[in-house]
C-alpha cells in the first residue's frame, strides 16, 4: 500500500506556471505507474499525465501536450507535474495516483490509491 499527498496548487494568472509534487510512502514507490488526474465542477476526472515505473514511458493529455511535464525520482518516492503557459480551462482540482499496472494507463479505475487533491485555479 502507498500513501499519497499533493502539494504546489494555488492560484495564477492565465499564461503562468505551477509545480505539482506528490510525496508517496513506502519503499514500493518503483513499482507503481503513477498519474496525475484532474477533476473540475460538474466534470469527469480526467487523466491528464501518466509515467511508468522508470520513467521511460510518459502520456499526456492532447490539451496539455507541450505545456505540462511528469517527471518522477524513485529515489526520493516523488512524481512531479510541471504546469506552464497555464489556462482558465486548467482549473481543477488535481489528484496524484498511484497503479499496479506495469504500463501506462489513463483510466482512473487502474489506480487503486489516490491522494487528497490540490486545488488549481486559473484566472484570466
Known amino acids: 500500500q502507498v500513501q499519497l499527498v499533493e502539494s504546489g496548487g494555488g492560484l495564477v494568472q492565465a499564461g503562468g506556471s505551477l509545480r505539482l509534487s506528490c510525496a508517496a510512502s513506502g519503499r514500493t514507490f518503483s513499482t507503481y505507474t503513477m498519474g496525475w488526474f484532474r477533476q473540475a465542477p460538474g466534470k469527469e476526472r480526467e487523466c491528464v499525465a501518466a509515467i511508468n515505473r522508470s520513467g521511460s514511458s510518459t502520456y499526456y493529455a492532447d490539451s496539455v501536450k507541450g505545456r505540462f511535464t511528469i517527471s518522477r525520482d524513485n529515489a526520493k518516492n516523488t512524481v512531479n507535474l510541471q504546469m506552464n503557459s497555464l489556462r482558465p480551462e486548467d482549473t481543477a482540482v488535481y489528484y496524484c495516483?498511484?497503479?499496479?499496472?506495469?504500463?501506462?494507463?489513463?483510466?482512473?479505475?487502474?489506480?487503486?490509491?489516490w491522494g487528497q487533491g490540490t486545488q488549481v485555479t486559473v484566472s484570466s
Open positions: 495516483a498511484a497503479g499496479g499496472l506495469a504500463v501506462v494507463t489513463t483510466a482512473p479505475t487502474l489506480y487503486p490509491y
